[in-house]
């Protein structure tokens, strides 16, 4: 998708905004007087902005589609990686090698975090994919879910990426020599998203 659809999609809640706002100070009365083609406001506003409103439902579901994948790739690893926990369980008890280590709590609430974060992503993307696509969704429904899918799945990938860090933290004790190197190699990803 380009940046123009990207664009559109939130030029339509900005265009929305502005009509609100006009309609909010001018007399009600004018809302449904006729113009000289016989329409109302509220109908050629809806006239005039068809297109960004086709071009932009085209942007939200690209987007929505492919970040509901990622999403649900990362819910599916961090649920299997809950019960596949690094260094695997006792074979006696069933528990976690490592339950005792601080560490493994850490990794199991990084874990959790972005099991539950990617899972919530999912859900706002869904809401983007079974929308009506009505201009009124346009002015908060549609962006609120795109940021809030977007933020949480950034966050589920930033904290997917802590779990690995943690796990190889616990698995190679007294290895920092090669821990370190990978763990800032593990930044990269998240590090590159913020910045670009």
């Known amino acids: 998708m380009s940046n123009l659809h990207k664009l559109l999609a939130f030029q339509m809640q900005r265009e929305l905004q502005w009509f609100k706002e006009i309609e909010g100070i001018t007399p009600p009365w004018m809302s449904e007087a006729l113009n000289f083609e016989n329409m109302r406001p509220k109908e050629i506003f ?16 690209g987007t929505a589609t492919s970040c509901t994948v990622v999403g649900a790739l990362i819910v599916t690893i961090m649920f299997a990686v809950a019960f596949a926990v690094p260094g695997g369980n006792n074979q006696e ?23 539950f974060s990617s899972t919530t992503s999912v859900l706002m993307f869904l809401g983007i994919l079974t929308s009506r696509y009505a201009e009124e969704d346009f002015l908060k429904s549609l962006p609120q879910k795109m940021i809030i899918g977007l933020s949480t799945l950034f966050f589920s990938i930033a904290t997917m990426m802590m779990a690995f860090c943690v796990a190889l933290f616990i698995m190679h004790p007294g290895k920092s020599w090669m821990v370190i190197p990978i763990t800032c190699l593990a930044s990269v990803p998240v590090s590159l998203f913020v910045f670009m």
């Not at 005039?48 to 939200?60: A, F, L, P, T």
């Not at 008890?93 to 850490?106: E, N, V």
């Open 93 to 115: 008890t069933g528990l976690p090698i490592f339950s005792k280590d601080k560490l493994f709590a850490l990794f199991i609430i990084f874990d959790a975090l972005s099991l």
């Open 46 to 61: 809806t006239r005039d902005h068809k297109e960004i409103v086709k071009e932009g439902e085209k942007w939200m579901k």
